[in-house]
C-alpha cells in the first residue's frame, strides 16, 4: 500500500504566498477535508493527504504547482478519480487543472480506446489520409430526410457520417427509426461505392437507456457512437467502451462540458479534458471546435489536445483528434499543415455552403485530403449510381 | 406539435450589439447548428429555431436575453435538456443561464423529488426545527472507524450522517464494509436514543455500479444517499430518484460541478444549477458552501439556491438547502436568522473543534437549532449510554 502517487500540475492565480497557500489548501481540500490541526497522525498523514512535489512561477499572475496523492486514494475508479482531481475545488475559482500524470498501476484498471487511431483506420480501411466526417442535421427533419442526407454524405465518400448531438430522441427523428434508417443508407452507399463508410449514432441518453440504444444502433448496423461525456458522465462513456458486446468506435462531443476549459483561470485544461480524460473514458476519437471556427479555441489549444491525445499513457493507445466546429472547406489545406494526416476534420454547415450539390461537395471535401488518382478511382466507381 | 415553449434567461457579457448577435447565435447554436441562410423553410425555421422573447440591459457589462425553445427539442429527456439549455454554448464565454421556466408538458415527465422536504422530515421524525447533516471523514479511515464515528453523532442527536464525498471504494475502507458498519452503527444508536438518526451512503460510482450500490446501502439499512450529479451525470441522479426499488432521500453534492459557477460571467446560476436542476433530478437536499465559509459563495447566491429549491415548479416537491463548507457551530444562530428553519446544517470537521468530545458537541450542534426542554430529554434518554 501507498508506494504509488499520481501527479496533477495545479496553475493557481494569485502571488507567491496566496498561491503556495491555496496549494496546500488543494492537498487537504480533495483528501481529508480537514484543517491540518484536526487531520490524525500516521499513516493518514503520511499518505493520504496531498504532498506538493514542485512549486514555482508560471507567468505574472500564476503559479504551477505539482501536487502527489496516493493511487489509493483514488480507489480504481474513473468517478473517484476526478473527484480526487477536482471535486471540492472546482467550487473554487482560480484553479486549474493544466497537467495528469498516472502511475502504470492506476493506468491498468483502464482499457482506454479500444480502437485507437490505428484500430479505427483498419475499420474503416484508410491507411494513410486524413479522415472525414460530417453531421447529420438540422434537427427537426425526419429520419427519412437524415437518411437520404447519410446516403449522399457515404456516396460523396466521407468516412463517419455522424447524427449531430442535438439528434435525440425527439418526436421528429424518433431514435430507432432514425437510426435504423441512417444505418440502412450508408450500407446501401457502400454497396455501390466499395467503400466502408461508417454511420455513428448518438447514443446520448438517459442512464438507463444508453446502453440499451447502443446495442440497438450496433443491431441496425450503426458503425460508431457518438456521446456527449458532459452530459452523460465520464464514466458512462468508460461503461459504454469496456462492454465488449457494444464494442464500435466511440466519438466523444464537448457538448456541456465547454465550461471547464473556457475561463484561462480556472477548470481544466485542454490537453487535459479533450486529450488525456478522453483516453481514460475510451474514446477513440474526441470532437472539439477548431481555431478560427466560431468557438475561441486557440491553434496552441488545439496543438495541445493533439498532445494529450498521443503522448504516452501506459498501454493506452492514442485517440484521433477531430477539430470541426463552423469549420469550412476553405480551411482544409491550412488544417492539413497543423494536424497532418493523423486527424479527423469535421465539416457540418460547411459542406452545404458550397453551390454544388452536396454528393459533389462531399467528393471536393475528399478531394482536399486525397491524391488525385484515389479520387479519379472514386468517382468512376459511383458517378452513375444518383 | 410545437404549441409548448421553455424559457432560458441567458445573461449574456458584451456591448448591446455584441450581446444581440450572440443571442441570436444562440438560438441557432442550440438548435439546428446552422448559419442562417442555411435553414429549411417551414416547420424548421419556424419552430425549431430558438427565439428571443426578450431582451434588456442588466449591467454596465451585460444584458439578458430570454429564450425560447419549443418543448420537443428537449424530446421528454433530461439529457437532451441540458443540451439544449447549454449544449454548444458551454464552450463559448461570457454566456450564463439566469433562469429556466417549464411548462407543465414538459414538468409532467420529471418525478422530481420522491421526499422533498415535508417527506424528508416526516421521514426523520422532525416536524419543525432546523435539521443537522455531517459528514463522516477523514479519507483514510477503517470503516469500522467510520461507523465509530457515525455512533457517537447519532447519540448526540444529529439527524443525517452522510460519508464524506470522498470515501468510495477505496482499499482502506471498501464501499460495502463500511457501509453496512455505518448502517449497523446508526441503528444501535437510534435504539438507544429512540430517535430516527440516518446515515446516508455516498453512491458516486462507477456507472455500471451505482444502482448496486445504492441497492446494497438501502438493503444494509442505509437511510438515504450521497451522489455526486457532475461526477456521475445528473441523469444517473434522476434514474436513482425514479426507481421506486431503491427509494430513499437523496442528498446531492457539487463535487466537480463548481465550475459551473464559479465565473460571474459564464456558466449556470446557482439558482438554476443547485436549485432547479437539482430538483428536476429528483434530489432531496442539495448540498452547497455556505457564504461565509471557505468558499466563495455569497449570501445572495446562497439565498438564489433556497428560491430555485422552493419556488413553484409544477408539482415538484420543494427540496431542503443543506449548506456546509467550512460552517463552525458559531455560525448556527447567524445561519438561522437567514434560512429559517427549512434547512439542514451541514458541519463537519467543525465538529471537531469545540475542546468537548464529539457527543458533546453534537448534542450542542443541536441545542443551536432546538428549545431547551427538548434537548434536556434528549439528554436524559442517552446520559448513561456511553
Sequence with gaps: MFKERFLVTYKIRGCRKDSYAKARDICFEQTVEL?????????????????????????????????SFAAETAGNELTQLLNVLFGNISIKPGIRIEGLQLPGCM????RGPRFGRKGLREYLGVSRRALLCTALKPMGLSGRSLAELAYQC???????????????????????????????????????????????????APADQITDRARFARECGAGGYLVSPGIVGPDTV???????????????????????????????????????????????????????????????????????????????????????GGMGLHRVPEMLSVYGNEVIFLVGGGLFTRGAGLVENCRYFRSLVEGEKNIKKHLTKTKNML
Tied chains: 1, 2.
Excluded at 107 to 110: A, G, P, V
Design 35 to 67: 484543517p491540518d490541526n484536526l487531520v490524525p497522525h500516521g499513516m493518514i498523514r503520511e499518505h493520504i493527504i496531498g504532498r506538493i512535489e514542485e512549486f514555482k512561477k508560471y507567468d505574472a499572475r500564476c503559479f504551477h504547482a505539482v501536487v
Design 107 to 110: 493506468l491498468k484498471d483502464y
Design 154 to 204: 457515404a456516396i460523396g465518400g466521407i468516412d463517419i457520417i455522424k447524427d449531430d448531438h442535438g439528434l435525440a430522441d425527439q418526436g421528429f427523428a424518433p431514435f430507432r427509426q432514425r437510426v435504423r434508417l441512417c444505418a440502412q443508407a450508408v450500407r446501401r452507399a457502400n454497396r455501390i461505392t466499395g467503400g466502408r463508410s461508417m454511420y455513428a449514432a448518438n447514443i446520448t
Design 238 to 324: 468508460r461503461m459504454i467502451a469496456e462492454n465488449g458486446a457494444l464494442a464500435l468506435p466511440i466519438f466523444v462531443h464537448p457538448a456541456f462540458w465547454g465550461i471547464y476549459v473556457v475561463s484561462p483561470d480556472s477548470g481544466i485544461s485542454h490537453k487535459v479534458l479533450f486529450g488525456k480524460l478522453s483516453r481514460l473514458m475510451g474514446a477513440d476519437a474526441v470532437i472539439y471546435p477548431n481555431f478560427g471556427g466560431r468557438f475561441s479555441f486557440s491553434r496552441s489549444d488545439c496543438v495541445s489536445i493533439v498532445e494529450g491525445a498521443s503522448e504516452r499513457m501506459g498501454g493506452l493507445k492514442p485517440l484521433f483528434p477531430c477539430p470541426g
